[in-house]
């Protein structure tokens, strides 16, 4: 089953080690994960129409 975790957290949390141990575990096991944390706190969450467009890519496109 395909996932997208797609965090919103403040910059404190984002930089401690167990946050930043977490995201590398979600990647090993699959998870899709739309996060940059270099980009500003208020640019970090993307647009919903990209969040569900990785839904479906990630589902392989069941929607087109």
Same mark, same amino acid.
């Given at each position: ?20 141990? $977490? ?14 944390? $270099? ?13 569900? $467009? ?8 069941? $929607?087109?």
């Amino acid at each position: 089953m395909p996932i997208v975790a797609v965090p919103m957290l403040k910059p404190a949390l984002a930089q401690h080690l167990a946050f930043q141990n $977490s995201l590398h575990v979600l990647r090993q096991m699959g998870v899709t994960l739309m996060f940059d944390p $270099s980009a500003p706190y208020e640019r970090r969450m993307p647009t919903w129409d990209d969040v569900l $467009s990785e839904l479906d890519r990630a589902m392989g496109g069941a $929607s087109a």
